[in-house]
């Protein structure tokens, strides 16, 4: 850093410290620090008992390079009225922390002189879905009557308390890709939340994760066609939502950890044709996976289906149709409750990665077959070689140094089928046969037999005559 360079920042110190103590009624804390990079300048106001926004920057902000980025951090403070925020002269790309505070409120038009901020944190205050209205992101105002828009591309609101949001909150922010609402008490996606997801025709990343919801209505992620990033971890699905579907096209990551559902089966993924990493993983209920499961995921790369403590079993066919067009490269099966895997599973030679340990596993023929033949025993980290739990002579060995000994040698060719010819018959057989033709033939004749009978009797009866009687004849009547 050059001396001219050096006396600049320092001349900034001096007037950030010299206005934060002379502004009546702005941030009553100690001077910010500023720190210059190569492409990022921070104005550091983190953890100074700030309580309030200052009215205007120091005018040596100005002359910051215009090719970096400014960083505003008020990370860990007492602010609880975000006011609006000081232009930053020059088109810097801005970024603003507002992480650790007590936020309840934000102004109307809070940001709009920062026409080039892309970068919102509100992570852990106490803003409410009442507060959050679209006017806190509008733009300049045009003198027409109408606002413009801010280039606003990722807005962290984790951890407050938003129940609901307002419908038109993404109204002036056309270009939002990335969206943080995780730990917030949403529990239902109600129709004015689902209108403000939707509105975002940009969003690429949504974090619905710890938000208590139990089902996504099929019609939410209508027009998210960027969409290639999701996380609905920490919440209360029994199944995996089917709405994602209609996003199948675009979804590249799906994050579905803790979640009380009990098995996996060929509806879970349908239409994720392009989702590239799944991750299911601490999942207290889950039991098994069953056949075609990850069929449709014709595009899988990684999976993680780790920490699931109940998990004993894994279909043999649950990439079932994928074998032949192999993409995965990464199969993690860390933590669970697995004691065998059958050795067709997968193609376990075409992965680079492979993680098994934390199972109990039996070291038996089929793992013998996965580990030695088809070399699964290579693509262990290191540090992660899975231990034989049974049988007990084998527990505790490290699962790449079995050898059994009575295992079959796992050839592929089969021993030719032999042909049948009447010397391989025997008298037993022989007579076997005729005692049993005799059985069919004396049944079908006793059978017949009862038959005729019974036809013979039906039809006697209904040829039998009718006798007429002549009541004047007839001396009983009389």
Not at 129 to 148: K, M, N
Request: hydrophobic share 40%; glycine share 6%.
């Amino acid at each position: 850093m050059s001396l001219a360079r050096v006396f600049d920042v320092l001349v900034i110190l001096c007037v950030l410290v010299a206005s934060s103590r002379a502004l009546e009624g702005n941030a009553t804390s100690s001077a910010c620090d500023i720190v210059e990079e190569e492409t990022i300048v921070t104005i550091n106001c983190t953890r100074r008992t700030i309580d309030r926004i200052t009215d205007a920057w120091p005018e040596e902000v100005s002359k910051i390079p215009k090719d970096v980025h400014v960083f505003i951090t008020f990370y860990n403070n007492s602010i609880t009225n975000i006011t609006k925020l000081p232009k930053v002269p020059g088109s810097h790309q801005v970024a603003v922390n507002f992480k650790n505070n007590q936020v309840v409120d934000i102004v109307p038009g809070a940001f709009s002189d920062l026409t080039f901020l892309t970068f919102v944190d509100l992570t852990n205050n106490l803003l409410t879905g009442e507060v959050l209205r679209s006017e806190i992101f509008q733009g300049p105002y045009d003198g027409a009557g109408e606002y413009g828009n801010i280039a606003l591309e990722s807005l962290y609101l984790s951890h407050n308390e938003i129940h609901s949001l307002d419908r038109y909150l993404f109204q002036y922010t056309p270009n939002l890709t990335v969206l943080w609402l995780n730990y917030n008490p949403i529990e239902i996606l109600d129709q004015v939340t689902l209108m403000a997801i939707s509105s975002a025709v940009n969003l690429k990343f949504l974090d619905l994760s710890y938000t208590g919801i139990d089902s996504i209505p099929y019609e939410a992620f209508k027009g998210l066609t960027n969409l290639n990033q999701i996380d609905l971890s920490g919440n209360k699905f029994v199944t995996v939502p089917e709405s994602l579907r209609l996003v199948g096209n675009s979804l590249e990551v799906l994050t579905f950890n803790n979640n009380p559902i009990v098995e996996l089966n060929d509806d879970s993924f349908n239409d994720l044709t392009h989702l590239i990493q799944l991750e299911v993983g601490d999942n207290d209920y889950l039991e098994e996976v069953k056949r075609s499961t990850f069929s449709p995921l014709k595009s899988l790369r990684t999976l993680h289906l780790c920490h699931n403590r109940r998990l004993r079993y894994i279909s043999h066919n649950a990439f079932r149709g994928l074998k032949d067009q192999w993409t995965l490269t990464e199969v993690h099966l860390d933590d669970n409750n697995l004691s065998e895997l059958s050795s067709d599973l997968m193609p376990w030679s075409k992965l680079v990665l492979l993680g098994m340990s934390g199972n109990n596993w039996l070291c038996n023929c089929d793992l013998a077959n996965i580990v030695t033949k088809q070399g699964a025993g290579q693509k262990f980290k290191e540090d992660e070689i899975p231990y034989c739990a049974a049988p007990i002579k084998l527990s505790g060995q490290y699962i790449t140094n079995i050898t059994l000994t009575f295992c079959p040698t796992f050839d592929d060719t089969f021993n030719r089928k032999k042909g049948f010819s009447m010397s391989d018959l025997k008298p037993k057989h022989v007579l076997w046969s005729i005692f049993g033709v005799a059985t069919v033939v004396g049944l079908g004749m006793v059978i017949g037999l009862l038959v005729n009978g019974i036809k013979a009797y039906i039809k006697r009866m209904r040829s039998q005559p009718i006798h007429y009687i002549n009541l004047n004849e007839d001396s009983s009547f009389a």
